[in-house]
């Protein structure tokens, strides 16, 4: 039996050729399963754009070679291609391992072609089936639908026809059904109080028997942001001066189903326990599970002598990918109230006794903290600034800035008009200095040019995303190189399933962060020894976790 039978010969052709270019190197390390499954989907898509090319050449009636030219032109291709696949399989270990390199890991084992190619043929046929299926059901619907009206009017609302079927097939209840079990074991595990994790005993804590919030209904997230910030004893080991207890306070799901009602019940916590006293105030936004970063949060408390407090609420179980598709509206909206009830208290107390007030989000945390105000409600008495580390590219207030960048700035480190406003930060800094003084109202990025998070885009399927242009970051490869539809399933890949360590990806360092929020909120009493010592205590604790 011919092959051709069965598969297409170009589609096969330039799926291997897609294959191949899937092995080269993009932000981030990957793992054996993770590169098989792009190589599948790299060669199912090649394979489509092979099948829709003879389609296309067939529709115009175009000239088609003699077969016997035809088997001769098929046998030197697939030779041409499976040299290259070779080449591209034997090159993807040393790919792999410089990128590990770059960011301080070790080098892996050799990457093992078969397990690769085995995965990458399973996912290539499971997508063949699939369209195959598609095309039955289509090609059953024209036929019933060709007795009664036009073929080429039948063809078109047999396609269409299809289309919905799957959609709501897929949509409506695969998917459906697995954000349920999702969010029902989610909620499972952030109900679950580990042994470890004692309620505190300081009535003027969160949490404690004395707190307006219960400890019980705080969320696993909840109660470990409450629990493991750093005490005044800490902050002492670093500084000669005067010191307090930070203040955390933090309200969970489960304590109403109002967003409302729960950012009513934050703000009466935050009086309870005298937050509007300290010099520093945050409004954290956290991530999906309501997660919160102690790398973010810790540096300010050390920077300010523990005279901060933080407030955060948790909006959803669910990691930040599922909790961005399922409950887009959900952070937003509980974002939303919570700065509202927080900033319209802060604005009734006198402007020389209040203190400075900021705002935080990582990732999904700071897309929904910049969905939290309204550029018009706070204009005649704004707030002092806020830090949002890691910004979705879906993120629409750093997009438009990102864009609007001076002309001789990079993608991936922008400066934007004088800097009096709005600066950017990497590992190695840039909220230092700009063109003008910075304002009395700043906004602040940390994101890292290896962060997928970040720099992905849906165009990067079809045109080379500017951040690949030269100069490019520090934490990006110069091997990488775009490919139409490639590059985009292997960024998408990147952004799903990609690690790194701290400092690199989507994983943000304390110490990152420390010089981010000195430069942010200007503290005072800090030698550059002080400073030395305590960024080496956080790269030192980086290292140990």
Known sequence: MHISRYFSTTGLLIGTFFFALSMTPTLLPRQEITQGVISGLALASGYGVGVL?????SYFQLPKPKEKVQVRMQIVAGMIFLIITVIFLWQASGWQNSLRQMMGMPEDATVRPVLIGAIAIAVFLTVLLISRLFLIVKHSLNRKLQPYIPPRVSFVVGL???????????????????????????????????????????????????????????????????????????????????????????????????????????????????????????????????????????????????????????????????????EEEYGADMARALFRAVYGYWTELPQDERPKLYLHGLSLGALNSDHSFDLYDIIDDPF??????????????????????????????????????????????????????????????LQYASDPITFFEPQSFRREPEWMQDPRGPDVSDELRWFPIVTGLQLTADM??????????????????????????????????????????????????
């Open 160 to 326: 269409i026809t299809t289309f919905i079927l799957f959609w709501l097939i897929i949509n409506g209840v695969l998917f459906s059904q697995l954000l349920q079990l999702a969010d029902s074991s989610y909620q499972q595990v952030d109900a679950l109080i580990e042994p470890d994790v004692e309620m505190p005993e300081d009535p003027m804590k969160t949490g404690s028997i004395e707190s307006l919030l219960s400890w019980e209904e705080m969320g696993r997230q909840g109660r470990r942001f409450l629990i493991n910030g750093p005490s005044a004893e800490d902050i002492l080991e670093f500084t000669n001066g005067p010191v307090l207890e930070p203040i955390r306070v933090y309200i969970g799901m489960h304590a109403s189903d109002s967003f409302e009602a729960r950012a009513y019940l934050a703000l009466e916590e935050l009086r309870r326990v005298n937050a509007f006293d300290r010099s520093i105030l945050v409004i954290i936004t956290p991530t999906g599970t309501g997660w919160v970063d102690p790398n973010a949060i810790d540096p300010l408390e050390y920077l300010h002598h523990g005279d901060v407090a933080s407030v955060a609420a948790q909006y959803s179980y669910l990691p930040s990918p599922l909790s961005l598709i399922a």
């Open 53 to 57: 090319g003879i389609w296309l050449w």
């Open 496 to 545: 799903a399933t990609g690690t790194a360590p701290l400092g690199f990806g989507h994983d943000y360092a304390a110490e990152h962060y420390l010089y981010s929020w000195l430069a942010l909120t200007e503290p005072d009493g800090w030698s550059e020894e002080e400073l030395d010592r305590l960024r080496a205590h956080f790269v030192e604790r980086d290292r140990s976790n």
């Open 384 to 445: 002092h600034g806020a830090l949002w580390s890691g910004p979705p590219f879906r993120k629409t207030t750093w997009r438009t800035i990102t864009d609007g960048r001076n002309p001789d700035s990079p993608a991936w480190l922008p400066r934007f008009r004088d800097g009096s406003v709005v600066r950017f930060a990497n590992q190695n800094g840039g909220l230092e200095s700009a063109d003008a003084e910075w304002g009395s109202f700043r906004i602040a990025y």
